[in-house]
């Protein structure tokens, strides 16, 4: 049942401002798992969003669609499927649930990041509530917008360390006419030397995958460019149409074994390769390290960033950046929420916990 | 001037000089007069300094010496901003980024150019046209503009509809803060770790600190083009057509619309062919693999054919596709030859408001007994009513700029905002006040302040104090309109 909870939201942040008390922001705690091996844990009290739910306004020739944080991925996408639209950064729904205000505090976008942009690319506007409980609009619902900092793109990846999101305005784009993949019998270094050509070239190409020596290419746009493109780039095989949702979604089982890590590197790099499920053309890779130190400092050589894909991976300010990029972020968060009333584990305080 | 300020002043003066080389530190009146205004050209003020840096490391000096002594900074790309974002002081140094101007890379592999603040918008993408690529943003000044100032003002143009503004198009900066830290935001990848420092660096104004380098996104060149023109004898329907195209799925390269006046003026000024009858065009540019272009060209034009257009061409090569162009991107100075002064606006509002805004900003010129011109990104909503005026004439200022705050004030209540791609500078201090309540500003300078406690860089622009707002809102309320006490009255 949609909603309106915002007044009581705020009241709670309030509460704990006074009491001197923090709390953990949960959606559908589907991402759970991201955060809650930080030292979280249960004695922090949590404060879900999930019945401040509800799409406040969506015109379709708007391209935009505004929804409170609690509202389900899935009711939104209904929505917007009957309009022929989507959301074009795919965030994922880890075990089929997700909410917006959770898809873009987590800042994780799907297999079409680089050339359909990310999460905090469609954010145009939010109201979110500050540590003081005050509720506050930033951005909007245009395209253009440079009225101020840009404190909605902000939020996109903050774990909710800067307010607690009410709702948010976010683009949409209409789907693609017609949607094909294609797949090659190829190992990693020449599904990266095809992806590297294929990067200067205008195809209409939406995501790639390599896997276990197939590499899967997704094509959208106009039923003839798509038809074009087919025969100009060939390929061997046919595709399981679910594959990029169970790929978005981590559904496919080279993600069910432990000691996955993430990582993000120029998508040209040359490694890591053995052993690594390949998407964004090689920006975003995905495999299991035997050394985590050695594989840090792998990809800090090759101008990249990863780490475990497991309960630490929500410490935004906290572990593995440079001591400057720390203390400047610690500084926001304190101009947001001077208490630490939100998920203070996620931003330990600065000399605090070390890791 | 007290003596203590002119032996801080003298000091400041030679500490620079110490690490800047000759002709890099400017203080004579005349010279430093070249760097009074920026492309808002209604608002002067001498700088006491200019400095110009060759190198980070001088940019660092230079920081390190004016919060040493407290001297606000005002950074500066090419001076071609619209809102007075480079403003100087009289008691502040200008920082010009403009003798950094090398192309430190371009990695072909990854489809980035890694690129100093100096360096022209068109620069990089003529350094990259002969691999196919380019850099997509193009704001109208990109002959001149350079990317650290796009930085600043997260810059659009033309083609943004479909490609996005600067924010969506660069990958990483080194930022220095005015404590001198130098963040390294983003890079050659897709996303970081931490807050997104490099989407709140983008559009801050130069609030936060000094960019010294930028990570660039290159995009494969499209490899056809179509430009299609439409005329209307209304503009009602010409403003639901927008919203129409846009809603039957169709994203064009750019969608442009010219009304009546702006359409004549432009025909007289260059001859491109405009049907001067017509109360407005819409110019539409489609881009991408020739299969896709001419499949989206049926269907724009049989959008356009069911919202009313009298008349629909279509240039396919690029010498006609330039002349449709022509017209539009002369439109500035076209007007600007049929009435001695104008000012232009920058908000934007929902597509689907476009009619109502456009029929509502003609009521209101009338009511001020002013003509206004309207040339603008039509796609994305972005308003730029050019209101025209002589302020030679008695009165026709105030009555141009109280026509200003009007609009403004109506891109803000059908739910856009007071700029689009200008930014706030010092112009729109006080539509700010309109467009955002005293909470959200006070946390705007909480931001601030985490990144300039000193609150010594740039100070002043972009974001107003509560006391300004608050004296408005009083004002506001008596006076029933938006007074604009930053534009000299000249």
Redo the contacts between chains.
């Keep these: 049942m949609d909603g309106d909870r915002a007044e009581a939201l705020c009241a709670a942040v309030r509460r704990c401002g006074e009491q001197g008390t923090s709390l953990r922001i949960v959606g559908s705690d589907s991402k759970a798992f991201l955060t809650d091996g930080d030292g979280g844990g249960p004695e922090t009290p949590a404060l879900s969003t999930a019945d401040h739910s509800g799409v406040l306004d969506y015109?379709?020739?708007?391209?935009?669609i505004t929804a409170r944080s609690g509202t389900r991925l899935e009711d939104l996408e209904r929505q917007l499927t009957e309009a022929?639209?989507e959301l074009a950064f795919e965030p994922p729904r880890f075990h089929r649930g997700g909410t917006l205000g959770g898809a873009v505090a987590c800042?994780l976008?799907g297999p079409g990041?680089?050339w359909r942009?990310?999460v905090?690319?469609a954010v145009l506007g939010v109201e979110l509530c500050?540590g003081h409980g005050?509720?506050?609009?930033?951005g909007?619902?245009?395209?253009?917008?440079?009225?101020?900092?840009?404190?909605s793109?902000?939020q996109?990846?903050?774990f909710g360390t800067?307010g607690l999101l009410l709702a948010i305005s976010v683009k949409v784009?209409?789907?693609p006419?017609a949607v094909r993949t294609l797949t090659f019998s190829t190992n990693p270094g020449q599904a990266l030397e095809l992806c590297?050509g294929w990067?200067?070239?205008?195809?209409?190409i939406t995501a790639t995958c390599y896997l276990d020596g197939v590499l899967h290419v997704r094509l959208a746009?106009?039923?003839?460019?798509v038809?074009?493109?087919a025969r100009a780039l060939g390929g061997d095989g046919a595709q399981d149409p679910d594959f990029w949702d169970d790929l978005r979604d981590h559904r496919l089982t080279f993600f069910a074994q432990p000691g996955l890590w993430r990582a993000?590197?120029?998508?040209?790099a040359e490694r890591p390769l053995n052993g690594c499920l390949i998407s964004?053309a090689g920006?975003?890779r995905w495999w299991r390290p035997d050394d985590g130190d050695a594989a840090r400092g792998l990809l800090a050589a090759l101008?990249?960033?990863g780490?475990p894909w497991d309960g630490s991976f929500g410490s935004?300010?906290g572990p593995?950046?440079?001591a400057?990029?720390?203390?400047?972020?610690q500084?926001?968060r304190?101009?947001?929420d001077p208490h630490r009333v939100f998920n203070p584990e996620l931003a330990p305080a600065e000399g605090g916990r070390a890791d | 001037m007290t003596d203590d300020t002119a032996t801080r002043r003298n000091r400041v003066e030679s500490l620079l000089r110490e690490v800047l080389p000759d002709g890099s530190l400017i203080t004579e009146p005349r010279a430093r007069r070249i760097f009074e205004t920026d492309g808002l050209t209604a608002i002067r003020e001498v700088p006491w300094l200019v400095a110009l840096p060759e190198t980070e490391a001088q940019v660092l000096a230079v920081l390190r010496i004016c919060r040493d002594h407290e001297v606000p900074v005002v950074p500066r790309g090419a001076g071609t901003g619209l809102s007075g974002g480079a403003r100087p002081r009289a008691d502040g140094v200008v920082l010009g980024l403009s003798k950094l101007t090398a192309i430190l890379e371009v990695d072909l592999p990854n489809c980035v150019a890694r690129v100093q603040p100096g360096v022209r918008n068109l620069a990089i993408s003529e350094a990259v046209a002969e691999h196919g690529l380019y850099y997509a943003p193009d704001p109208s000044s990109q002959i001149a503009c350079s990317i650290g100032g796009n930085v600043a003002e997260n810059s659009g143009g033309v083609h943004c509809l479909k490609y996005g503004l600067t924010v969506h198009n660069v990958l990483g900066v080194r930022l220095i803060t005015f404590e001198g830290d130098v963040l390294e935001l983003g890079g050659k990848t897709f996303d970081a770790p931490g807050y997104d420092l490099l989407a709140l660096t983008m559009g801050s104004e130069g609030m936060l600190g000094v960019v010294t380098e930028v990570t660039v996104r290159l995009l494969p060149a499209p490899p056809e083009k179509r430009v299609l023109l439409a005329a209307f004898a209304e503009l009602a329907p010409a403003a639901e057509a927008v919203g129409a195209v846009i809603a039957a799925g169709l994203i064009p390269a750019g969608l442009e619309m010219m009304d009546g006046p702006a359409i004549r003026a432009a025909e007289a000024f260059v001859h491109a062919g405009y049907p001067v009858d017509a109360e407005a065009i819409l110019l539409c540019e489609l881009d991408g693999v020739a299969a896709e272009v001419d499949a989206d060209l049926v269907r724009v034009r049989r959008v356009l054919q069911a919202h009313g257009a009298s008349e629909i061409r279509v240039a396919v090569t690029p010498e006609d596709q330039a002349r449709l162009w022509l017209g539009r991107k002369s439109a500035f100075p076209a007007v600007g030859r049929i009435a001695p002064d104008s000012y232009c606006m920058d908000g934007t509002v929902p597509r689907a408001r476009l009619a109502d805004v456009l029929v509502r900003i003609g009521e209101l010129a009338a009511e001020h007994e002013l003509a206004v011109a309207n040339v603008f990104h039509a796609g994305d909503g972005n308003l730029h009513p050019l209101i025209l005026y002589d302020a030679n004439v008695p009165g026709e200022l105030g009555r141009a700029e109280a026509l200003g705050g009007r609009i403004l004030e109506l891109c803000v209540a059908v739910g856009g905002t007071v700029t689009g791609e200008h930014g706030v500078g010092v112009e729109k201090l006080d539509q700010m006040c309109v467009q955002f309540d005293a909470p959200a500003l006070a946390q705007m300078h909480r931001l601030k302040a985490a990144f300039d406690p000193a609150g010594l860089m740039n100070p002043g622009k972009a974001v107003p104090s509560l006391g300004r707002c608050a004296e408005l809102g009083g004002m506001h309320v008596h006076g029933g309109r938006l007074p604009f006490p930053n534009l000299p009255r000249f």
């Design positions: 015109r379709p020739e708007e391209l935009v022929d639209q800042g976008s990041r680089p942009g990310s905090r690319d500050n005050e509720r506050l609009r930033f909007g619902q245009v395209m253009k917008n440079v009225a101020g900092y840009d404190v793109r902000l996109a990846g903050a800067l784009l209409p789907r006419a590297r990067a200067a070239r205008p195809h209409p746009g106009a039923e003839a460019a038809r074009a493109a993000s590197l120029p998508p040209a964004w920006g975003e101008g990249g960033h780490r935004r300010t593995h950046l440079p400057v990029e720390q203390r400047y972020g500084r926001l304190l101009a947001f």
